[in-house]
């Protein structure tokens, strides 16, 4: 079945480095989405990839979606410890099936 | 935008008892919902689709007997956990797709089981 991997599993960076997380699919995607999930939270929505090679930009968050949409990227430039939290991409392959969800990249900033 | 709602937002039952989770899409029309569930520290999963008009289908693994899902309208999924048990604490959250290429998750169920 389908399958999303997402690396790193974790990430400590010091406040003000940047951090990116990686997601690849083992098959072509509709689309890619990005939540993040505070501890103790439940998943919130941050974006929606769907076209080839698109490249959207919130604030200090860049997400890209590959030209093959197989596989896609956030990266957060001088992180704040306010984006502490678990980032999780899902992808879509398309109509009424569920999104397939990766592992997510558990990220800890240190003032 | 498309919105979906999640009732209750978090459960506490003793051990042996039955909960019911709903999932309504508020302002959209959802043939199919998505239940995924949560343990901590780890990411969604998936557990079941839940067909309108017809019986859900599950993913491997999970009990059909144990996890009842009901899509009673085009608007509203209900997800059963029949004779709880502890290991069955967890963050259970629904998504409805809307039919354009997108889906919506309610805020999520989060169930203890003493």
């Known amino acids: 079945g389908q399958q999303v991997m997402q690396i790193p599993q974790y990430q400590h960076v010091q406040e003000g480095e940047d951090f990116t997380t990686y997601c690849n699919s083992s098959?072509?995607?509709?689309?890619i989405q990005w939540y993040k999930q505070r501890p103790g939270g439940h998943p919130v929505f941050l974006i929606q990839?769907?076209?080839?090679?698109e490249v959207k930009k919130q604030k200090r968050l860049t997400f890209q979606f590959g030209e093959a949409k197989k596989n896609s990227s956030l990266h957060i430039t001088a992180t704040q410890t306010t984006d502490v939290g678990t980032y999780f991409c899902?992808?879509?392959?398309?109509?009424?099936?569920?999104?397939?969800f990766g592992k997510g990249t558990r990220l800890s900033v240190i003032a | 935008g498309a919105v979906v709602s999640q009732h209750p937002s978090w459960v506490i039952c003793k051990s042996g008892t039955s909960v019911k989770i709903e999932c309504r899409s508020l302002?959209?029309?959802?043939?199919?919902m998505f239940w995924y569930r949560q343990f901590p520290k780890q990411s969604l999963m998936l557990m079941a689709t839940?067909?309108?008009?017809?019986?859900?289908?599950?993913e491997q693994g999970v009990e059909k007997d144990k996890f009842l899902i009901n899509h009673a309208s085009l608007t509203l999924s209900t997800l059963t956990v029949t004779s709880a048990h502890p290991e069955d604490s967890s963050f259970y959250i629904c998504?409805?797709?809307?039919?354009?290429?997108?889906?919506?998750f309610g805020p999520g169920t989060r169930l203890l089981v003493l």
């Open positions: 302002d959209f029309q959802a043939t199919t």
């Open positions: 990839l769907v076209k080839s090679g």
């Open positions: 998504s409805a797709p809307t039919g354009e290429e997108t889906q919506y």
């Open positions: 899902a992808g879509l392959k398309g109509g009424n099936t569920p999104l397939v």
């Open positions: 098959t072509t995607l509709s689309n």
């Open positions: 839940s067909n309108e008009g017809s019986k859900a289908t599950y």
